[in-house]
């Protein structure tokens, strides 16, 4: 039996040297090579039936080298050392019967002879190379190319008959193959009610099954709020009203009572079975509905209700001693904190839009407005801050907003904070509070972990300390048992899905275009270097990581689809990022390096003028926050001498005006005489559906 195999790292792909006169003698990889005379200097000709593009190369070995050439010319160059030594090994190996096939991209030949001849330097240029032998050699031929770290690929040329088989390959036995298929069937039966079925391992699933709270009534609502709540979000308010106020049903509590041999009444916990003498459940809770479902107007109808309560917190809690209270001052106002400045104005207008004016007086923290007296920030019933703002006092030491104890901090995007190593998180955990909650449709973004940084910050007695939480909740989940993760959710967490409630699906539309005949050739040629980047990657002979290749090959493909060629046009610095700060800034996120430098807030915009929250990307790789920026310059100016200074952070030493990327959105150098196919549909789908809904942008990917 005939099989092929291709030596994968030849889609590095093997790097043959060409050298500048044929009497020059250079060392190449440890080679020694003697090239004899110009073999490129006739014209190209086609020399391969497999496809127009592509030309076959002759391999010719010697003892210790593999010179390759084009047949019927002399060899024009040499493979490096330590793959030639693998492959003469290859064919010097009793039994094997190995043959090489060697060929290149036409262009890719063009382009080195059209170096070479430029510069008096070698020059690379990559090849592929396909192995083709009997079956019975290829375990051998495996271990021969792994212990030399050369790893196969399926070829890219057309085998004809020939069967590809790759030795290199785990094969999944036929039995485990019918498992895995059985499985699959399995997956796609009616999901069962209740999570404590080890088929529902996934994430999303779990959380789409948390059990509803039977008991829920629907709340009456405060006359001040003048938008009428559908029945899910009074059902919400009932929820939380009860939390806060400590009016749970045994399914809300974390608790239940028992009694000793002795007659004495205790209480354990449900989870940890950890015994106490009082009944310690949280003011506190997760309210994890889908978007769309109307969290904010919920909040917002929970805060406007409850103000009489937060007025009587903030009374009680100043009546005795001055010294309890003053270095932490009680406050009757509830701390709501976004992302962004863009959803400060979302909150805003919420407000507005739901609660009748004069109602409360509300306070936007951020910007210029953090310059406030501590007094003005007291009588306010809500004030609004971003991430970012809280992450930059905290650092600095000396934010207003850590010296209130606030009636109720609530977080908007909750899950922002699933990292409890970073600074971010200390900063926002660290604030004093009487009621905690976080508002997210997605508690559980990756791990099990996301959640108990949430219940951490929630401040859920015993369950916080993070050991506690990976014996008790993460462990068992692993092994397949969700009881204890399912009584925590259904305590602490409202759950509801547009399933759940019988809420219509949205109307999605989804619109096929095709691209012109330029834009196709463009993103096609674009793709395949991407491929082979990645090939190359996966061998194992590249400086970056694979997962590097596909983030940006997928990156480079969204944006070209977006704004066409101009999107691919030096998009990659020498630091190894994106030459475009936007681009940049997607790329990190998709890596998950988007926080601040200084304070570890996650940075969601870039260069957006008269926001704090937004970042600034500094030539050294560092993303820097609105927020930390004057600090971060500062730095700069003590460091300086002699207009030259040091990055506090890398230490890294340039100009003093260097280090901030300069940026203006929308700038190009020329103006655009064409536009790409999908902003041309986009801009047209906008024109005929205005009337239809109100549009915005988090993030400029495109500029209109």
Known sequence: MILSWKCALVLQVFTVKFLRSWSDTRKICDVTVKVRRDSLGTPLSSTSDLAPNIAVLELNFSDEEIWVGIPGSEPFGCIGNQIA????????????????????????????????????????????????????????????????????????????????????????????????????????LPAQPLIAEASLLDIDSIMDHIPQPTFLQEASVDSRIITTLAKHQK??????????????????????????????????????????????????????????????????????????????????????????????????????????????????????????????????????????????????????????????????????????????VVLDEAHYIRNPDTKQFRAISTLPAYIRWCLTGTPIQNTLEDLGALVKFLRVPILDDTKVFRKHVITPVSSGHFTNMQRLLEALCLRRTKDLLNLPDSNNRYETLELSEIEYKVYRDYGESCRRAIDVAISGHSIKKANHHVIQAVLGMRLFCNEGSIALQKRWSMQGLPADPIEALSYMQTNGQSDCALCSCEIQSIYQIDDHTSGVLTNCQHLVCGECLPDYETDLDNNLEDERSQCPLCERSGPRDSFIMKFAPGSTNAPRTSYPTKLIGLLHNIKNQLAMGKWSVKTPTIDI
């Open 85 to 188: 030594k693998t492959l003469i090994r290859l064919k010097n190996s009793p039994g094997l019967c190995v043959k090489f096939d060697a060929n290149v991209q036409y262009s890719r030949l063009g382009q080195a002879q059209s170096s070479w001849r430029k510069s008096d330097k070698s020059v690379n240029l990559m090849i592929e190379i396909n192995l083709h032998g009997h079956s019975h050699s290829s375990s051998t031929l495996g271990r021969i190319l792994s212990n030399s770290k050369i790893f196969l690929q399926p070829p890219d040329i057309g085998l004809g008959d020939v069967t590809y088989e790759n030795p290199q390959e785990y094969k999944i036995p036929e039995d485990l193959q019918l498992e895995l298929a059985n499985a699959e069937e399995q997956q796609n």
């Open 235 to 408: 059902e919400a308010l009932n929820f939380m009203e009860r939390r806060e106020m400590g009016d749970l049903p045994p399914s809300l509590s974390l608790w239940r009572g028992k009694v000793s041999q002795t007659g004495l009444l205790f209480y354990e916990n449900i989870i940890t079975v950890t015994k106490s003498s009082t009944v310690d459940d949280p003011k506190c809770g997760i309210l994890a509905d889908d978007m769309g479902l109307g969290k904010t107007l919920s909040i917002l109808a929970l805060i406007v209700s409850s103000l009489h309560r937060a007025l009587d917190f903030a009374i009680q809690r100043t009546s005795g001693a001055s010294h309890a209270w003053i270095n932490v001052v009680p406050s009757k106002a509830t701390l709501v904190v976004v992302p962004s400045a863009l959803l400060l104005d979302s909150w805003t207008e919420e407000i507005s839009k739901h609660v009748m004016a004069g109602t409360m007086k509300i306070y936007r923290y951020h910007g210029e407005r953090k310059q406030v007296d501590l007094q003005e920030l007291l009588a306010c019933d809500i004030v609004l801050t971003t991430y970012a703002t809280i992450a930059a006092g905290f650092c600095r030491g000396q934010s207003i907003l850590s010296r209130i104890e606030w009636f109720r």
